[in-house]
């Protein structure tokens, strides 16, 4: 059940209501718009009558949510969400790409990559420290280096940093050096992992588990959510179908049904979803045509000798020509990349 404030209501009014409710044990997430201010009531509210909430000062209207997730759905907040940092905004009007290694894997590869994106005009640089591999015997990231390593190319090029973290004890060293946390297809449902990622002042970039259901994705969502993060993003990466000519199968259908459903920020990664370098131009133009926030994408100097997935990263030259391309798409959609020109 969701409490719909004026967003003139005092603060004193506001407090008056959270602790009425909080007294009939539940959790109350206040939500500040500039129209209205939403109480999200957080427990089952199924037997709760709302007709007394319409006494108290400021409301507006008591909304059953139907859907299972709440604070995620466009039921209860119906304007998208922006995330804001260091000047960089997501979703805007203006798309955010996140472009960079699979894997940090030395000094001279993230500068030469931090360098090339940002003189494009590129804001996010994304890049493993901490790589969640299938096998135990492939390159497993530099760790603490990486992720330093990253945090120095980011600063030195004004861009900010997106990695993923794979367990509670990572949180804290990577809240230290990155801008962005990532959360892998392969923890969207490690609620444990989620639930402190809820209680840190960063955003969040949630991928699609390979075989999770948009409603599952929503609901791993709604428990970052629910502890108190409002910076989260979804991202559709492509999911397990019989198809195996590419690494997943990516469904760009995700993109418009989440923002539909969902007042989150989408953003599409194509590199992953397809595993083949050729391929990630044409689904990333067909993801803005969709009407995704974003995208990600991997681009190494030298896929041939990249520790890990080399087969879909683009090349710095290619990355540049399918940024101006992309560009066209954007503004065919009424959304735009801010590019600087520097495309050699
Ligand atoms: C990644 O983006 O580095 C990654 C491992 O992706 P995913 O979790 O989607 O497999
Ligand atoms: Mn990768």
């Given at each position: ?7 003139q ?15 009939l ?20 509210t ?14 507006k ?17 119906d ?80 861009l ?11 949180i804290d ?92 920020p ?23 045509a ?19 997935d080399?087969?879909q ?16 798409v ?15």
């Amino acid at each position: 059940m969701v409490v719909v404030m004026d967003g003139q209501t005092s603060d004193a009014d506001v407090k008056k209501l959270a602790d009425k409710l909080e007294s009939l044990g539940f959790d109350i997430q206040v939500i500040r718009g500039e129209s209205r201010i939403v109480l999200a009531i957080i427990g089952d509210t199924k037997d709760l009558d709302s007709f007394p909430f319409y006494a108290y000062t400021g409301v507006k209207e008591v909304l059953q949510v139907a859907k299972p997730y709440k604070l995620a759905s466009r039921e209860f907040k119906d304007t998208n969400t922006i995330i804001r940092r260091k000047g960089v905004v997501i979703g805007g009007k203006e798309l955010i790409v996140m472009a960079g290694p699979c894997a940090v894997e030395s000094e001279e590869q993230i500068f030469k990559i931090a360098h090339k994106i940002s003189e494009l005009g590129i804001k996010v640089l994304r890049g493993g420290a901490f790589k969640p591999r299938t096998s135990p015997y492939s390159f497993q990231g530099l760790g603490l280096e990486g992720l330093k390593l990253m945090a120095r190319a980011g600063k030195e090029y004004g861009l900010l940093v997106i990695t993923e973290v794979m367990s509670i004890e990572q949180i804290d060293v990577i809240a230290e050096y990155a801008d962005i946390f990532q959360i892998g297809a392969r923890n969207m449902q490690n609620f444990m992992l989620l639930k402190e990622l809820g209680r840190i002042k960063k955003p969040v970039m949630l991928k699609r588990g390979v075989s999770a259901t948009l409603e599952e994705l929503l609901l791993s969502a709604e428990y970052i959510l629910s502890q108190g993060n409002n910076e989260v993003m979804l991202c559709e990466r492509g999911i397990r179908t019989f198809e195996n000519y590419t690494r997943n199968t990516l469904d760009l259908s995700a993109v418009p049904s989440l923002k539909e459903l969902s007042h989150l920020p989408v953003i599409v990664d194509p590199s992953h979803s397809t595993g083949r370098w050729r391929l990630v131009g044409p689904m990333a133009k067909s993801a803005i045509a969709a009407g995704a926030d974003g995208i990600l994408i991997e681009v190494h100097p030298n896929p041939k000798v990249s520790l890990s997935d080399g087969a879909q990263a683009l090349k710095l030259k290619n990355f540049c020509k399918l940024m101006m391309e992309l560009n066209a798409v954007a503004h065919a959609v009424d959304r735009e990349i801010n590019l600087t020109g520097n495309v050699d």
